[in-house]
C-alpha cells in the first residue's frame, strides 16, 4: 500500500454541486493532515489542516477518520474557480510530509 | 511579499550540463525543501533540510545535490543533467514542527535535451 493514495479523478461537477474526495493513508500513527489546492502549472497552496475528527472553513469542510485511515474534503456549492487539483498530504517521520498525486476536480457552468 | 522565492522559472539544459537552482525564504522557517513534480507521481521529495546546517536525503536524490547556505537560502544542483531529470521543482519551507504546512515556491520548469 502506498503510503497516501488518492482518486486521480477526474470530477466534473455542475456548478453548485456538491463533491467529496477520498484520501487514504498507511501510516496509522500520523497526526497531522492537510489539503492543498494546485492550479495548473502553479505551486501548491495549503486550502485546509486537519488535526483531530475535522475542519471546516466556509464551503469546504475536512474530515478524518483515524479508524478508517482516510481524510475527506468536502466542497459545497461549487463554484467555477473551485476547479483545480486538491492534493492531500500526510506526514512521514520526523518533519517530512508524503502527498497524494491529487484528485482533479472541473466545475462546470 | 513573504514567501518563497525560486529562481529560475524555467530552464532548458543539455544533457551533461550543471546547474543550480537557488531558493530563499523570508519566514524565517527552519526546514526547507525541495521536490520535483512529475505527471502521474505527485511531489516527491529530492532533499531537505530540518534546520541550518543540515541535509538529510529523501525519496529521489540521485543526480541532485544541496546546500542550506544560512537559515533563508537551500539550493539545488545538477551536478551532470539527464533527461530524466526533467521536471518541475518545487522549493518549499514550513516551521520546525510543521503544524502550519508547506509555503511553495511557483516552481521552476527544467527541461534536459
Known amino acids: 500500500r502506498k503510503e497516501v493514495e488518492q482518486d486521480p479523478g477526474p470530477f466534473n461537477v455542475p456548478e453548485g454541486a456538491t463533491v467529496a474526495f477520498n484520501c487514504t493513508y498507511s501510516?496509522?500513527?500520523?497526526?497531522?493532515f492537510f489539503w492543498y489546492r494546485q492550479d495548473c502549472r502553479k505551486e501548491p497552496k495549503l486550502l485546509m489542516s486537519?488535526?483531530?475528527s475535522g475542519n471546516e472553513d466556509g464551503r469546504f469542510t475536512a474530515q478524518l477518520n483515524r479508524a478508517s485511515q482516510y481524510i475527506s474534503l468536502l466542497i459545497r456549492d461549487s463554484k467555477l474557480s473551485d476547479s483545480a487539483t486538491y492534493l492531500c498530504?500526510?506526514?512521514?517521520?520526523?518533519?517530512?510530509?508524503?502527498f497524494g498525486t491529487g484528485t482533479s476536480l472541473t466545475v462546470i457552468p | 511579499n513573504a514567501g518563497v522565492t525560486q529562481t529560475p522559472k524555467f530552464q532548458v539544459l543539455k544533457t551533461g550540463q550543471s546547474m543550480t537552482l537557488q531558493c530563499a525564504q523570508d519566514?524565517?522557517?527552519?526546514?526547507m525543501y525541495w521536490y520535483r513534480q512529475d505527471p502521474g507521481m505527485g511531489l516527491r521529495l529530492i532533499y531537505y533540510?530540518?534546520?541550518?546546517?543540515?541535509?538529510d536525503k529523501g525519496e529521489v536524490p540521485n543526480g541532485y545535490n544541496v546546500s542550506r547556505l544560512n537559515k533563508r537560502e537551500f539550493s539545488l544542483r545538477l551536478e551532470s543533467a539527464a533527461p530524466s531529470q526533467t521536471s518541475v521543482y518545487f522549493c518549499?519551507?514550513?516551521?520546525?514542527?510543521?503544524?502550519?504546512?508547506?509555503?511553495f515556491g511557483s516552481g521552476t520548469r527544467l527541461t534536459v535535451v
Open positions: 533540510s530540518a534546520s541550518e546546517g543540515t541535509t
Open positions: 519566514m524565517n522557517h527552519n526546514s
Open positions: 518549499a519551507s514550513c516551521t520546525l514542527t510543521g503544524d502550519y504546512g508547506y509555503t
Open positions: 486537519v488535526y483531530s
Open positions: 501510516n496509522s500513527a500520523s497526526q497531522s
Open positions: 498530504v500526510v506526514p512521514n517521520t520526523g518533519n517530512q510530509f508524503y
